[in-house]
């Protein structure tokens, strides 16, 4: 089987998994107060993986992540190897001390260096792949579920990329700045994960939501909802950090969130409309 389908399958599984009766049909207007909304937003994107205007999208995604890692990979790769150790200061003083088992010790250093670096900067990778795809996803997911809408606004796709490109630099910055709280917080089982879901739950909740609300609404209009609903705009970004943090899944990231994050955005949409005066 195919990886992009492994983890549809796997994706599927995880929305089976949870009640019926929560992720039945939501009529529109009708989602306000629904405590599983999120999740119905959810099952709406995974169903979808499958369509045929949505396949071509997925295989890009996956391959558009799994480029960008074999970059980082690589990168990690070159430095371990054309390093010296000795050459680092402190170092010299350990090698000798620990003799061969420094070999084992740097190997290992290696493999943690790995899945550190690709754990630290999934968030800021998909986010890069979605700027990529946004648009395409986006029209099929509308095409569907909300065919009323009319066109989108037309963004720029060197805006859109410049957007999510700083995006990802905060993202890896701010990753690395409480890369030490991650290793104290070790001690403290599940607390590095819990700030790890936090954070990066906040911001890709905030970038994936201004990705999708720039197609149909202007920046200011666009901040204006995000920080009246900023808790679901929040817990939608939780969602897709832990879906980020799921071996295969993650894959699938790029354009499921994308997909999700419509969904959201399209809720949110109408909450503010009924809550407005007519």
């Known amino acids: 089987m195919y990886p992009p389908l492994i983890g549809v399958n ?10 019926h009766e929560n992720l039945g049909a939501c009529p529109r207007g009708s989602a306000k107060g629904k405590p599983f909304v999120m ?16 396949r071509r999208v997925l295989w890009f995604g996956v391959l558009g992540a799994l480029a960008v890692f074999s970059v980082l990979w690589a990168t990690v790769w070159w430095l ?26 740097a190997g290992l250093a290696f493999v943690g260096t790995l899945l550190v670096a ?27 579920h909300y065919p009323e809408l009319g066109a989108p606004r ?20 701010l990753n690395l700045l409480v890369l030490p709280i991650y290793l104290i ?18 911001l890709i909740g905030r970038e994936f939501f201004e990705l999708a609300a720039f197609r149909r609404m202007d920046r200011i209009e666009a901040e204006r909802l995000r920080k009246s609903y900023r808790g679901k705009v929040m817990m939608a970004g939780v969602m897709l950090a832990f879906l980020m ?7 699938l990231a790029p354009v499921l969130g994308a997909a999700f994050m419509v969904h959201v955005t399209q809720d949110l949409l109408r909450r503010q409309a009924a809550r407005e005066p007519s």
């Not at 979605?130 to 095409?143: H, R, S, T």
């Not at 963004?155 to 410049?162: H, I, N």
């Not at 070790?186 to 954070?199: D, R, V």
Request: negative net charge; aromatic residues 10%.
């Open 10 to 19: 796997i994706a599927a599984c995880i929305v089976k998994a949870i009640p």
């Open 39 to 54: 999740l119905t937003h959810f099952s709406r994107a995974v169903a979808q993986l499958t369509d045929p205007g949505m």
């Open 80 to 105: 371990l190897v054309n390093v010296d150790p000795a050459s680092i200061w402190g170092l010299s003083t350990i090698i000798e001390w620990t003799g061969e088992l420094f070999d084992w010790l």
């Open 118 to 144: 690709t754990f630290l900067m999934f968030p800021a990778v998909v986010t890069i792949v979605v700027g990529l795809f946004l648009d395409q996803v986006a029209e099929v997911v509308e095409k569907r």
């Open 154 to 173: 037309k963004q720029p796709l060197l805006e859109t990329l410049g957007s999510t490109a700083k995006f990802a630099a905060i993202v890896i910055l």
């Open 185 to 202: 917080l070790l001690f403290i089982p599940g607390a590095n994960l819990l700030l790890y879901y936090l954070l990066n739950g906040y």
């Open 245 to 251: 943090t799921i071996p295969v899944v993650n894959l």
